[in-house]
């Protein structure tokens, strides 16, 4: 499972399936009591009219529990009943960005805003809620502190600093203090542009504090299923960041030093049969090498593109050698299923040498390389890219 950015959470709830439980909780309207319950109430401001909903972000997904429409007075009230350990549940309106409220209690929440600043609601009578409203502001700096970075040559480096040093932040004021508290379950699946920010799968540090998590909570929520999803991708971590072997160290040298000695800039990496394919095995043909993430979210309209760039092209000599970045090989493979041209994968990815070695500034991004092996131009030279390939094809 994976948290996404609050404004993709509130998506996914507006386009679910609308799941409606009516429980009998102690403040119920019929007044009987099934159990213990919590519940979500407050005030909204310029809300008058409007329905506003309530929904779990599960493990199995976007639940939506319940809705109201208010009145003018902007009052509402949510009941539903305690979960099994802590869970996440996001309140807001159609199209806009919701609150995100961690219940591990029978407590009342309260929740204020301003329908017209949403995004600015403020939390009273639950600490870990208020934590959570923290975790997402900071990935908003973050967001924007590298966004405002030059792209030159170091720009990579410097985001890649800028990421270690928020974890370590992140892990020393909400993961080492409480280990078993909802805020630090969820700085785990904080995400950044869609990619998320802790990769347990790729970082020996990072699948320390999945670890730490799941120790936490195998002794406070030892039954609960998040506890067993937790500690299943702790375990796989821990195996996956294992320290290398000093071949593997050998194999990594021996290939990034091929490719910075050659004339031809070298990748070499894996298909979805895990049969590894080089860029330089594509010499003597017109090559769009690009670079990207198939957990963008308008991936699948460019790879639309690609593929009218590709039946075009493709019988006149041009080759589409595509390097994902992506983290979830399951995901990747699934995504990349049907498509007719090269596609690879580097697990590394912020990590990957071949950021660096192609001055990697932004994903998506590609480069057109001709028949000889040589960089021509990157997108952000090639106005109309049917005419670059043609100009290159004729050579």
Not at 91 to 108: K, L, M, Q, Y
Request: a neutral charge.
């Amino acid at each position: 499972m994976r948290f996404l950015n609050t404004r993709t959470l509130f998506s996914a709830l507006v386009t679910g399936i609308f799941l409606l439980f009516v429980y009998s909780c102690n403040n119920s309207n019929n007044g009987t009591a099934a159990g213990p319950c919590f519940t979500i109430n407050g005030t909204i401001d310029n809300a008058g009219g409007k329905t506003i909903y309530l929904a779990n972000e599960s493990l199995a997904g976007t639940i939506i529990l319940d809705s109201a429409k208010i009145g003018d007075d902007g009052e509402f009230t949510f009941s539903q009943p305690r979960p099994e350990s802590f869970e996440f549940y996001i309140v807001g309106f159609r199209n806009g960005t919701p609150a995100v409220i961690a219940i591990d209690s029978t407590e009342t929440v309260t929740l204020t805003a301003d329908a017209d600043d949403f995004a600015g609601y403020a939390i009273e009578n639950s600490s870990e809620s208020e934590k959570v409203k923290e975790l997402y502001t900071l990935v908003r700096a973050l967001e924007k502190q590298i966004s405002a970075m030059k792209p030159d040559a170091s720009f990579m480096k410097k985001k890649a600093a800028l990421l270690e040093e928020f974890k370590e932040n992140i892990a020393k004021q909400y993961i080492v203090p409480a280990p078993y508290r909802p805020s630090a379950y969820l700085a785990l699946w904080l995400t950044m542009k869609g990619e998320t920010i802790f990769k347990p799968m790729e970082n020996r540090t990072d699948s320390k504090c999945y670890a730490a998590v799941a120790t936490g909570m195998k002794m406070h929520y030892p039954d609960a299923q998040r506890t067993k999803h937790l500690c299943s991708i702790a375990e796989e971590g821990m195996k996956a960041t294992r320290p290398i072997t000093k071949q593997e160290i050998e194999q990594i040298e021996s290939l990034t030093g091929t490719a910075s000695t050659s004339n031809l800039f070298e990748i070499r990496l894996p298909n979805r049969d895990g049969d590894s394919i080089s860029l330089s095995s594509l010499k003597g043909k017109v090559v769009l090498l690009d670079f990207t993430l198939f957990e963008y979210h308008k991936m699948k309209m460019r790879n639309i593109d690609l593929r009218e760039i590709h039946d075009r092209y493709s019988k006149k000599g041009l080759e589409i050698y595509q390097v994902s970045l992506d983290s979830r090989e399951h995901y990747w493979q699934q995504e990349t299923v049907g498509l007719p041209w090269k596609c690879v994968r580097d697990g590394r990815g912020n990590a990957s040498p071949y950021l660096v070695q192609f001055n990697v500034q932004s994903l998506p991004t590609f480069y057109l390389i001709d028949r000889n092996g040589e960089i021509v131009m990157r997108d952000t030279q090639a106005g109309d890219l049917a005419k670059e390939i043609e100009k290159l094809l004729k050579k």
